[in-house]
C-alpha cells in the first residue's frame, strides 16, 4: 500500500467490489440484462440489411468486392467449384471433339493421324487438359497439324484459364492481405474512465500498438450513439454525435509507438456537459471509437474500432502507467493496460458545478445592472439598494447627486440624457448645443427638458467638482469656438437671459 501511495501519490484509493463480514444473509444482486452493442467490442458492428428486395442484384455488378467480402469457407467452396467445374467443362470438349472425329475407335491406329495423340477416353481427355493447362505433362499426349478445331479450342483454353486464375488467386490475395489482421494488434481498454485532468473533468480512455511497425498517420475520432427526441416530435433511435479529442489543437493525429491516453474535455460544447455520476445510472448511451492509419508495412489503410456503454464508463477513476525506463529504452508493461484506480472526483456535472460556481461569486451582483443595456445608472442603483447588495455610493457619485439628494422622479427624468445634470449650464455641450438650435427643444426633447431647464436648481457649475468644472467650462470654450457665428450669437444670448 505505502509503494503504491508512493508511485501514484495521495490520490491513490484501494477499490473494494466485495462486501463480507455481515451478519445478514443479503440476496445476490441480479444479473444485469446484457446491454444491446451497436459496435462490439471486436469492432464489429451489430447491423442486418433486410428486405432488400430486387436490390441484391447490386451485389452481383460487384462480383469481386462481394468475394471478398465473404468468409473463408465460402471463399474456399469457390474457389474449388470453379476449378472443378472448369476443368470438367474443358476435358469434355476435348473428349467431345475426339468423339466427333472417330479419333477414339482409330486410336491404334499407326497410319491414322488424330486430333490428340494417344486420347483414348474421357480420363485421357481430362489429362490431356490438365498438362496442356499445368504444364505438368509428360509429352506423350500432343495436338497435331491436321486438327483445326483442337488449334482453336486450345487458344480458348489459354484465355479462359488466365482469366480464372487472375480472378480466384487475386481474390484470395486481396482476403489473405486484408489490413482487418493488422487491427486485431491495435489494443483499446476495456473501460473508459471520467475524472480531473488539469483542473477539467475530462473522458479518458486507452489506446496501445502491439507491433512495432507503426501506424502511419494514425487519426483517432469517437462518436456519442444516443437516442433523442426533437422539438417537432421526431424521435432520432441512434442519433451520432461527435466527441471532440483533439481536432481543433491536433491532439487526434497520434504519434501511436506506445500507449496513449485519449481524453475528451468535458465542457459546455460537450454532449457530456450535464453528465453527473448520479445521471449515468439512468443513461443509456454508446461511445464509439475509431482508430485509422495506414499500415507501414503493407501501405494499406487500416481500421480498428470499438466502443464503450454507460455501464463501461468509470466515474472518479485513472489509468495505471504503463510505462518505466530501463537501462538505455523505454519498456512498456501490458499488464497494467486495463487497469485503473480510484481517485477524488466531483459527482456533479460540469454544468452543476458552473451554476454553483457562479451562485457562490461575489459579483453575482453587480451583474444585475449590466444585463440590460437599456437600464440607466439610477435604476442600477435603484436596484443594488432594493436587494441590499450596496450600503453605501461611492465619493463621487455622492459629490454628484448631492449631499441632500434629489426627487426620483427628477432624476429619472434626467437619466435618459444618460448623464446627470442639474440646470442648462452643467449639461454637457452636446446637450447643450441640441437645446440651442431652436425648434429642436420643442419637438424632440418634449416637456421634460424644459421642465428640468426651467425649474428653480440652485446648483450651478460653481457647485461641481473641479474636474467637472474643468470639463464643463474648458469644453464650452473649445465647442463654442467651432460653432457658426449665427449659432454663437444666439447661445449667448439665451446664456444671458438664464443668467437675468
Known amino acids: 500500500m505505502s509503494a503504491l501511495r508512493k508511485k501514484f501519490g495521495d490520490d491513490y484509493q484501494v477499490v473494494t467490489t466485495s462486501s463480507s463480514g455481515s451478519g445478514f444473509n443479503q440476496p445476490p444482486p441480479e444479473k444485469k440484462k446484457k446491454r444491446q452493442r451497436f459496435v462490439d467490442k471486436n469492432g464489429r458492428c451489430n447491423v442486418q440489411h433486410g428486405n432488400l428486395g430486387g436490390e441484391t442484384s447490386r451485389y452481383l455488378s460487384d462480383l469481386f468486392t462481394t468475394l471478398v467480402d465473404l468468409k473463408w469457407r465460402w471463399n474456399l467452396f469457390i474457389f474449388i467449384l470453379t476449378y472443378t467445374v472448369a476443368w470438367l467443362f474443358m476435358a469434355s470438349m476435348w473428349w467431345l471433339i475426339a468423339y466427333i472425329r472417330g479419333d477414339l475407335n482409330k486410336a491404334h491406329n499407326d497410319k491414322y493421324t488424330p486430333c490428340v495423340a494417344n486420347v483414348?477416353?474421357?480420363?485421357?481427355?481430362?489429362?490431356?487438359?490438365?498438362?496442356?493447362?499445368?504444364?505438368?505433362?509428360?509429352?506423350?499426349?500432343y495436338i497435331t497439324d491436321k486438327c483445326p478445331e483442337g488449334i482453336i479450342l486450345f487458344l480458348f483454353q489459354s484465355i479462359l484459364g488466365s482469366i480464372v486464375d487472375a480472378f480466384l488467386i487475386g481474390c484470395m490475395f486481396i482476403k489473405m492481405s486484408q489490413p482487418k489482421k493488422r487491427a486485431e494488434t491495435l489494443m483499446f481498454s476495456e473501460h473508459a474512465a471520467i475524472s480531473m485532468r488539469d483542473g477539467k473533468l475530462t473522458l479518458m480512455f486507452r489506446v496501445g500498438n502491439l507491433r512495432n511497425s507503426h501506424m502511419v498517420s494514425a487519426q483517432i475520432r469517437c462518436k456519442l450513439l444516443k437516442s433523442r427526441q426533437t422539438p417537432e416530435g421526431e424521435f432520432l433511435p441512434l442519433d451520432q454525435l461527435e466527441l471532440d479529442v483533439g481536432f481543433s489543437t491536433g491532439a487526434d493525429q497520434l504519434f501511436l509507438v506506445s500507449p496513449l491516453t485519449i481524453c475528451h474535455v468535458i465542457d459546455t460544447k460537450s454532449p457530456f456537459y450535464d453528465l453527473s455520476q448520479r445521471s449515468m445510472q439512468t443513461e443509456q448511451f454508446e461511445i464509439v471509437v475509431i482508430l485509422e492509419g495506414i499500415v507501414e508495412t503493407t501501405g494499406m489503410t487500416c481500421q480498428a474500432r470499438t466502443s464503450y456503454t454507460e455501464d463501461e464508463v468509470l466515474w472518479g477513476h485513472r489509468f495505471f502507467p504503463v510505462i518505466s525506463?530501463?537501462?538505455?529504452?523505454?519498456?512498456?508493461?501490458?499488464?497494467?493496460?486495463?487497469?485503473?484506480?480510484?481517485?477524488?472526483?466531483?459527482?456533479y456535472s460540469v454544468k452543476e458545478q458552473e451554476e454553483a460556481l457562479l451562485l457562490s461569486s461575489p459579483l453575482m451582483a453587480p451583474s444585475l445592472c449590466n444585463s440590460g443595456e437599456k437600464n440607466s445608472s439610477l435604476d442600477c442603483l435603484e436596484t443594488l439598494e432594493d436587494n441590499d447588495s450596496t450600503t453605501k455610493l461611492p465619493t463621487k457619485l455622492q459629490k454628484i447627486t448631492g449631499r441632500d439628494g434629489?426627487?426620483?422622479?427628477?432624476?429619472?427624468?434626467?437619466?435618459?440624457?444618460?448623464?446627470?445634470?442639474?440646470?442648462?449650464?452643467?449639461?454637457?455641450?452636446?446637450?447643450?448645443?441640441?437645446?440651442?438650435?431652436?425648434?429642436?427643444?420643442?419637438?424632440?426633447?418634449?416637456?421634460?427638458?424644459?421642465?428640468?431647464?426651467?425649474?428653480?436648481?440652485?446648483?450651478?457649475?460653481?457647485?461641481?467638482?473641479?474636474k467637472l468644472q474643468r470639463l464643463a467650462g474648458g469644453g464650452a470654450g473649445r465647442m463654442d469656438g467651432h460653432l457658426p457665428p449665427k449659432l454663437r450669437k444666439m447661445n449667448s444670448d439665451l446664456t444671458l437671459k438664464l443668467k437675468e
Open 120 to 141: 483414348y477416353n474421357f480420363p485421357s481427355a481430362f489429362l490431356f487438359f490438365i498438362e496442356t493447362e499445368a504444364t505438368i505433362g509428360y509429352g506423350y499426349r
Open 325 to 347: 525506463l530501463e537501462e538505455g529504452f523505454f519498456k512498456v508493461d501490458y499488464s497494467q493496460f486495463h487497469a485503473t484506480f480510484e481517485v477524488p472526483t466531483p459527482p
Open 406 to 466: 434629489l426627487p426620483k422622479k427628477l432624476l429619472r427624468m434626467s437619466s435618459t440624457t444618460s448623464e446627470m445634470t442639474y440646470s442648462f449650464g452643467d449639461l454637457p455641450m452636446k446637450l447643450q448645443r441640441i437645446s440651442s438650435v431652436p425648434g429642436v427643444s420643442d419637438d424632440k426633447q418634449g416637456g421634460k427638458a424644459s421642465k428640468i431647464s426651467t425649474e428653480p436648481i440652485s446648483k450651478s457649475v460653481a457647485d461641481l467638482p473641479p
